[in-house]
């Protein structure tokens, strides 16, 4: 099981806003605030049962933590925009840019190649690969604008506690997948 939880050590946050220091510039640019920073935990051990992926982790840069027992933890940063109501999600691999409707729909959109797909009957709707956040934030914007012409209204998501559970959803949904 995972879990989240806000960083509150100035340090590790410093880190991080360092590490993303390229993408938060370019989400700052496109009217983005940071919203804070977030620490995904893995289970007991999780960093020897995942080595492989820890190993992949190291080349993209990612921020690693190591909590006790042998626990891997992942540090990301949050930004939100309020037109529309979007997170961002900084990870090594890229951006991902996350808005929720009333009706439960999820739209993901990232701009780096995801190999996700979600199910027919999923209320997760992943847009097409971006190459960077500029071109990534506009095609995700207009998405969500058709999506509202479709009825869909979009839901306010300000919070980390928001955050976590349009995260929690997508790891669920994902199981699946």
């Known amino acids: 099981m995972v879990e989240h939880a806000l960083i509150t050590d100035l340090n ?25 920073f977030s620490l995904e935990t893995e289970g007991p051990f999780s960093a020897l049962f995942k080595l492989p992926m820890l190993l992949l982790m190291v080349p993209k840069r990612e921020i690693l933590v190591f909590p006790r027992p042998l626990r891997l933890a992942v540090a990301t940063l949050l930004l939100r925009h309020s037109d529309p109501s979007t997170i961002a999600l900084c990870m090594g691999k890229g951006v991902k840019f996350y808005t929720a409707f009333t009706d439960k729909t999820l739209l993901i959109s990232s701009a780096f190649r995801s190999y996700a797909v979600p199910l027919p009957t999923s209320q997760i709707i992943r847009s097409a690969l971006s190459p960077s956040v500029e071109a990534a934030w506009p095609a995700h914007r207009e998405h969500a604008r058709q999506l509202e012409g479709q009825a869909r209204l979009i839901h306010p998501t300000v919070s980390f506690d928001e955050f976590l559970e349009l995260s929690r959803r997508e790891e669920d949904l994902s199981q699946y997948e």
């Open 12 to 36: 590790l946050q410093s880190l991080v806003r360092w590490r993303y220091k390229t993408e938060t510039a370019s989400l700052e640019r496109l009217g983005f605030q940071t919203l804070g």
